[in-house]
């Protein structure tokens, strides 16, 4: 699989994740996939359960894509998630085998306040 295709295919994955289509939005992966959240210490494996523990979850979801990049079997992407309007800044590591994802990683940072020793050296993105 080229990386336009890959590309593509984690185009429509982060579409369907906002529009909360969950068929489409497991399409991306292996049956046999991974997927860790090193900061609670889960992990969950296999497609199936990986679709169910997405939709079991309560809150409204938005996904707010700011930049994928990679090559070849690894990408990144970097989003903003929001929980009932309260954004989580989320990296999603994806390593691909035969076209699908067969692990993904999703690291969490909640927004914080700018250090003010800093102030007088930084702009507000």
Do not use: C
Not at 66 to 79: K, T
């Amino acid at each position: 699989m080229d990386d336009r295709t890959i590309r593509a295919a984690l185009d429509r994955h982060w579409q369907a994740s906002d529009a909360s289509d969950f068929d489409v939005e497991h399409e991306i992966y292996r049956e046999d996939a991974v997927l860790d959240y090193p900061q609670s210490g889960e992990r969950i494996r296999g497609r199936h359960n990986i679709q169910e523990s997405r939709t079991v979850q309560p809150n409204k979801k938005r996904f707010t894509v700011r930049r994928i990049v990679g090559s070849g079997d690894l990408w990144v992407s970097e989003f903003v998630l929001s929980y009932d309007g309260m954004p989580s800044y989320v990296v999603s590591i994806m390593e691909f085998r035969d076209g699908r994802v067969a692990r993904e990683t999703q690291y969490f940072a909640d927004r914080f306040d700018p250090g003010p020793s800093r102030a007088h050296l930084v702009e507000q993105a």
